[in-house]
Nanobody, 122 residues
Framework: QVQLVESGGGLVQPGGSLRLSCVASGSIVSIRAMGWYRQGPGKQRELVAT???????NHADSVKGRFTVSRDNAKNTVYLQMNSLKPEDTAVYYC????????????????WGQGIQVTVSS
């Protein structure tokens, strides 16, 4: 099977920075795209940023200029560098991967991490 494990969350003051990491492991053949989503209190899950295997990125308007998504293909890892954090960035952040893996056959599917809390507060 496949697992996504996030790390790097926590409590930070407004204006501060955090770096999230997500490692994908298991019988992975290739990862087509990875990204980050978030769900704030009382809100629906929303896209934060994605990155393809070729390095093409997409960032939500609300985080452009502050957050940067990157990945290390050799390590099956995606990162989210978050700068100039605001209280409205408080949310559970979820890692997502669109990948091909081996089950009983080669299968394409989407996986989610368990989520990690980011709290921006003074």
């Amino acid at each position: 099977q496949v697992q996504l494990v996030e790390s790097g969350g926590g409590l930070v003051q407004p204006g501060g920075s955090l770096r999230l990491s997500c490692v994908a492991s298991g019988s992975i053949v290739s990862i087509r795209a990875m990204g980050w989503y978030r769900q704030g209190p009382g809100k629906q899950r929303e896209l934060v940023a994605t990155i393809t295997s070729g390095g093409t990125t997409n960032h939500a308007d609300s985080v452009k200029g502050r957050f940067t998504v990157s990945r290390d293909n050799a390590k099956n890892t995606v990162y989210l560098q978050m700068n100039s954090l605001k209280p409205e960035d408080t949310a559970v952040y979820y890692c997502n991967a669109d990948l091909i893996y081996i089950r009983t056959a080669i299968v394409a599917s989407e996986f989610w991490g368990q989520g990690i809390q980011v709290t921006v507060s003074s």
